[in-house]
């Protein structure tokens, strides 16, 4: 078997890369969304959206880490685990 085989698919995947673009952006354009009701900021939505953006930018570039634990941390099923969660996050505010 060859290195590449052993590393696994280690090319761009455009829909994380996607996803953590447009979580950048929206971020960047509408801060304010990240404030509640009262004005203060929301800990839990901001840690949701960094952690959907941090593995949608890791894995959109192709590396995938060794260690399980941050394998799946930072896979595109996380990116769409983070997403769904600041949704769901959103939805119960």
């Not at 959907?52 to 099923?77: D, E, K, N, T």
């Amino acid at each position: 078997m060859n290195a590449m085989a052993e590393r696994g698919d280690t090319r761009i995947h455009w829909p994380s890369l996607l996803a953590a673009m447009l979580l950048m952006l929206g971020g960047t354009a509408a801060p304010l969304l990240f404030a509640d009701a009262s004005g203060a900021a929301d800990h839990t939505l901001a840690m949701l959206v960094f952690w959907g953006m941090s593995a949608g930018f890791v894995r959109g570039v192709g590396f995938i880490p060794r260690h399980a634990v941050f394998r799946w941390l930072f896979s595109g099923w996380a990116v769409l685990a983070a997403i769904g969660l600041t949704v769901l996050h959103v939805g119960l505010r």
